[in-house]
């Protein structure tokens, strides 16, 4: 399906800095700053000519892209924020296309776990699958559920939010932890 995630030492160094930065940032203030994301635009494409000769600046820019379209649709449906979008795309000019898609499976998996976690905590896990029916029943309809209910938009307080920069991080420290490992996945 797709490659076995690979990145050498100063590329996750790098991609080390970026996320952490940006979990703190985020959980701190709630957002992602843009000095930020363009540090971490320039340090990947720096890092993959630097890396790789002329041939990097394709493969940063096919990261920042999958980075950008695996999150895009979501920032339209108000279910992630601007930052969110640009940092998957900074996060994915530093490692390739097919490493930002491991990040973004382990984030999606790994957050979802978290979410469950924190909602248990709250009591909301029962709310929370009647949104997510709410959602797909908008979907189906081709309605943005943020339309139907306020709740859903992550630009209102109205809901319950996780900072994604953390989660972002918590998948990048899996990619790491997995392309160090050497597992067969």
């Avoid at 699958?129 to 943020?146: C, E, G, H, K």
């Amino acid at each position: 399906m797709f490659s076995q995630p690979f990145l050498p030492g100063p590329g996750i160094i790098l991609l080390g800095i970026l996320s952490a930065v940006a979990a703190v940032y985020d959980a701190r203030f709630r957002r992602i700053p843009n000095w930020l994301v363009l540090a971490g635009l320039a340090a990947g494409f720096s890092w993959n000519v630097y890396s790789s000769g002329l041939s990097g600046l394709g493969t940063a820019s096919a990261g920042l892209g999958t980075g950008f379209i695996l999150y895009f649709p979501l920032y339209l449906l108000r279910a992630r924020g601007a930052g969110d979008v640009k940092l998957l795309a900074a996060v994915g000019s530093v490692t390739g296309p097919g490493n930002c898609l491991w990040i973004f499976i382990l984030t999606a998996v790994l957050g979802g776990v978290i979410a469950v976690i924190i909602l248990l905590f709250h009591g909301r896990l029962q709310k929370t699958f009647f949104n997510l029916t709410w959602i797909v029943r908008d979907l189906s309809q081709f309605r943005a559920p943020y339309q139907s209910s306020e709740e859903l938009d992550v630009t209102t307080s109205k809901g319950m939010r996780l900072p994604h920069g953390v989660l972002i991080a918590v998948g990048v420290i899996a990619f790491v932890v997995v392309a160090k490992s050497g597992l067969k996945v």
